[in-house]
């Protein structure tokens, strides 16, 4: 005799090892259960007759339970291959299900939809790649993390990359950009130095008579040095930067600060009488060169080199600049 | 004396490349980048991200786009990547930079070169935006300078060529622009600055004159003057202490030539996961070097 409600009352009210208990209900883990909550109706111990869907790599079959061999367990279940078609499968289950409770054949085959909606679904996703996560170890991400640290302090990239700049420069990759000739700008430093003994009178008259200062330019040792600055005072007031078109104001001023510069340089540089006369030797060459090539580049040069002039007048007025300031501070 | 660093005690490797290697030029000539590094094809850069996009993802991505000229941005909607390395192919790109987000920060950069290039797997972090940055500078359009440190092995040539290949190969000197990758023990340490060469006189003036100089140089912002050297006189030693000597001694005056940085753009660093052979392909791929957490156990041995 089987008594499925003694069975129902001793589960239900003692305990079951499928049931699992959360807050929304209570459900079975049973793997024959039709429904998945915790029943008495569903229940498919609590059942001597009992139908099921179960699904076995990608093929389902109904499963089910009769009370005529509930005494062997061996055999309890019998399984009927369902085929692919949705409509086949409900057929056939409807023909081995006939006489059956109208509430297992309807549980049936609600599971059933379910799992063919399932099945459709998890093979699209198959095709379709998906991102795997991966995991590395926490120790493993901790490592490398210092060991990014240690390896970031090993390379001190601002010097790194400062080195690299200059081996380039000094190779020669950027070519004529910079301008950078140290040993000229050495010696005409000098040169400027003693020269603003001798111009020192001119100092006001400079300042005051900017128109004429054109003239005086030609004189002047090294215009490239001091070409730029002046410009950028006036541009600072101005804010106007437009170097194409105050070349007459840059060499005016040119004047100007290159006269400053010099009594600057005189200023500081008054104990040293040695280096004295050799620069002023070889400046005087380094002068008629300088000069003759500045007429030639302004002539022929003007307009197409005009940016590339530019760079250099920026940062010799920076150095003009720069002089003019030493000069203020020493003064004060 | 010197002192014993993990890289002078670097353990020997034999895949280290000399300067006199045929074999590595062969190999240079015949490897993907050969087409774009020598015959100078534009490189057409495809920026994309993964599937789920993040709060500062899209901040780093403009922030490449800006660094890398030539680079364009696609959203990536739900495509495959398989996909999008045909599309890209069609359309004529050199290579796909995938960025991968995780926990809303960018994870992982993904360089593919195209047509069959190599797919180069990396492991991007300390991520610091172009805004963080104090004192930062704006990149200006220039196409930058690229200046690759420390790849010494054969991979970290192959890797350095890869990156080389992203960048337009005629630089653009008077844009003053250098985006260096320097690797040190595996890890590449991406930097973009604006370069400031000066040329100065006095050494102890230096700190005020150096404040009056970079405002000169902001005025003068049009010119994008990024690059100044700066020849320093340095005297001796300290100047104060010198000057009561220099009455006997000539002036020693040494010319040095500095170059100033400033930092501008985003900064991060690299790490390679794994190299494959092929474009993206993980399943069928043929990787030609895979990071194994048993490779770390040495802390003297690098690949890169």
């Not at chain 1, 059942?47 to 389902?60: L, M, P, Q």
């Not at chain 1, 990359?161 to 000098?190: C, F, M, Q």
């Amino acid at each position: 005799m089987q008594h499925d409600e003694v069975i129902w009352q001793v589960i239900r009210h003692n305990h079951c090892s499928f049931m699992a208990k959360i807050e929304t209900g209570k459900f079975c883990r049973n793997p024959y259960n039709v429904t998945g909550i915790c029943n008495r109706s569903s229940c498919p111990l609590a059942n001597s007759r009992y139908a099921t869907i179960r699904d076995h790599d990608g093929v389902f079959y109904l499963y089910m339970k009769t009370i005529e061999r509930a005494h062997q367990p061996n055999q309890l279940w019998e399984r009927v291959k369902l085929p692919r078609n949705y409509e086949k499968a409900l057929e056939i289950i409807d023909k081995n299900l006939m006489y059956w409770p109208k509430f297992l054949v309807h549980k049936t085959k609600q599971r059933l939809t379910k799992m063919t909606q399932m099945r459709i679904r998890m093979r699209k996703l198959a095709l379709k790649t998906r991102e795997k996560i991966m995991t590395t170890p926490r120790k493993e991400k901790k490592r490398e993390a210092r060991r990014e640290e240690k390896a970031e302090k090993a390379a001190v990239l601002d010097k790194s990359i400062e080195k690299e700049l200059l081996e380039r420069l000094k190779k020669g990759v950027y070519g004529d950009i910079y301008n950078y000739p140290a040993d000229k700008y050495n010696e005409i430093l000098d040169k400027e130095q003693l020269a603003a003994d001798d111009i020192e009178e001119d100092e006001e008259e400079a300042e005051i008579e900017f128109v004429e200062g054109y003239d005086d330019l030609e004189e002047e040792e090294d215009i490239e040095d001091f070409g730029g600055l002046a410009v950028n005072k006036s541009s600072l007031d101005d804010d106007d930067v437009g170097l194409d078109d105050n070349d007459d104001e840059e060499t005016v001023a040119v004047d100007h600060k290159r006269v400053r510069r010099e009594s600057s340089l005189a200023l500081r540089k008054l104990g040293n009488d040695e280096g004295g006369t050799k620069p002023k030797k070889k400046a005087r060459v380094l002068v008629e060169i300088l000069m003759e090539d500045r007429r030639q580049s302004t002539e022929s040069v003007r307009g197409v080199f005009a940016s590339f002039r530019d760079c250099e007048q920026v940062h010799r007025q920076s150095q003009e600049f720069l002089l003019s300031l030493i000069d203020r501070v020493a003064t004060c | 004396m010197t002192p014993r660093t993990i890289e002078n005690t670097r353990e020997p490797d034999e895949t280290v490349c000399r300067p006199d290697d045929d074999e590595l030029f062969a190999g240079n000539d015949a490897d993907e980048f050969s087409s774009i590094l020598k015959q100078g094809c534009a490189p057409k850069i495809l920026i994309t991200t993964c599937r789920f996009n993040s709060s500062r993802g899209p901040a780093f991505i403009s922030e490449l786009l800006s660094v890398i000229p030539n680079s364009h941005y696609y959203k990536r909607g739900t495509y495959d990547l398989k996909k999008i390395i045909e599309y890209a192919k069609k359309k004529d790109f050199t290579s796909i930079i995938v960025v991968h987000t995780n926990r809303r920060e960018p994870d992982a950069l993904l360089i593919i070169g195209l047509p069959d290039g190599p797919t180069a797997h990396f492991k991007l972090s300390k991520l610091v935006l172009r805004k963080d940055i104090k004192n930062h500078g704006n990149p200006t359009g220039h196409i930058p300078e690229l200046v690759l440190n420390n790849f010494a092995t054969r991979l970290g040539h192959r890797v350095g060529r890869l990156i080389q290949s992203l960048f337009p190969q005629s630089p653009e000197f008077r844009g003053r622009r250098v985006v260096t990758f320097h690797n040190q023990r595996d890890f590449i340490f991406f930097r973009h600055h604006r370069c400031v060469p000066l040329e100065f006189i006095s050494c102890y003036m230096w700190t005020i004159l150096c404040s009056y100089l970079t405002s000169i140089m902001k005025a003068f912002c049009y010119y994008e003057c990024r690059y100044i050297f700066e020849t320093k006189e340095s005297k001796g030693s300290d100047a104060n202490g010198k000057k009561a000597k220099d009455a006997k001694s000539e002036k020693t005056s040494q010319q040095k030539v500095i170059t100033r940085l400033q930092e501008c753009g985003p900064r991060f660093t690299l790490k390679l996961v794994s190299l494959q052979h092929g474009t993206f392909d993980t399943k069928g791929g043929e990787f030609e070097w895979v990071h194994k957490p048993e490779m770390d156990t040495s802390r003297r041995r690098f690949f890169l």
